[in-house]
């Protein structure tokens, strides 16, 4: 079984000053990790991966997130946010042979100008 | 090359009626997921079809609840004689190969249901 805990239900935060955005997992295989980001009344967009090799992935728009196997941990990080990054951030982890996609319960990104 | 398409967008049913969502993957996508978010609650696992095949559906309530993915046309999620715990945000999603290589999902938009 899997699970996902995203530590911090809303994280407001300046314009222009680095975010972080917690998630730690659990699982008894081998994961894959994800963050989603879900603007409001819309569907879920990915962010980024991880599936193996480097535990740092990145995105196109400024996002990483490092894979730490020894902390169970995915966290979400951005140097200087911006006030379209205002949104609802998921973190989700599936195994290796799993259909299914484990969700956290979500952070709320407010960017305040 | 469109998303994930889903409709409606909102629907509203009075309690003990039938709900319909329809769910279109991305062209060249064969397998469907769909998932159920209930307010203040990351998205919840329902079921995973391929065409004309239910797959897993270990998340599907037992009752009230179906899904279908026929050869041709949408993915169709029914729910019978609804209730006020059914309202939520439904979303679909589709991928072209299966999930347990990592590929990951495209998420449809979703339908919010109401029921009143």
């Known amino acids: 079984a899997q699970s996902v805990t995203q530590l911090d239900s809303q994280v407001p935060v300046f314009e222009e000053a680095p975010v972080e955005l917690r998630c730690n997992y659990s699982?008894?295989?081998?994961?894959?990790l994800f963050w989603y980001v879900q603007y409001p009344n819309q569907g879920l967009q990915l962010l980024l991966k991880?599936?193996?090799?480097?535990?740092l992935v990145e995105s196109i728009n400024g996002f990483e997130a490092e894979f730490n196997k020894s902390q169970t941990s995915f966290h979400l990080r951005k140097p200087s946010v911006h006030i379209s990054d205002t949104a609802e951030y998921f973190c989700?982890?599936?195994?290796?042979?799993?259909?299914?996609?484990?969700f956290g319960k979500g952070t709320k990104l407010s960017v305040i100008p | 090359n469109a998303g994930v398409m889903q409709n409606p967008r909102h629907l509203v049913r009075r309690r003990g009626q039938e709900a319909r969502l329809r769910c279109s993957p991305m062209?060249?996508?064969?397998?469907v997921y769909w998932y159920r978010q209930l307010p203040e609650e990351g998205l919840k696992f329902m079921v995973y079809?391929?065409?004309?095949?239910?797959?897993?559906e270990s998340g599907m309530p037992k009752e009230r609840f179906s899904a279908e993915f026929p050869k041709e046309g949408p993915s169709i999620l029914r729910i019978q004689q609804v209730v006020r715990g059914d309202s939520a945000a439904y979303f679909c999603?589709?991928?072209?190969?299966?999930?347990?290589?990592?590929?990951?999902?495209?998420f449809g938009s979703g339908t919010r249901l109401t029921v009143v």
């Open positions: 699982s008894s295989v081998s994961v894959y």
């Open positions: 079809l391929q065409k004309e095949n239910i797959i897993d």
């Open positions: 999603a589709s991928s072209p190969i299966s999930p347990d290589t990592g590929y990951g999902y495209t």
């Open positions: 991880y599936l193996s090799g480097s535990t």
């Open positions: 062209k060249g996508h064969s397998h």
């Open positions: 989700a982890v599936t195994g290796a042979g799993s259909y299914q996609l484990t």
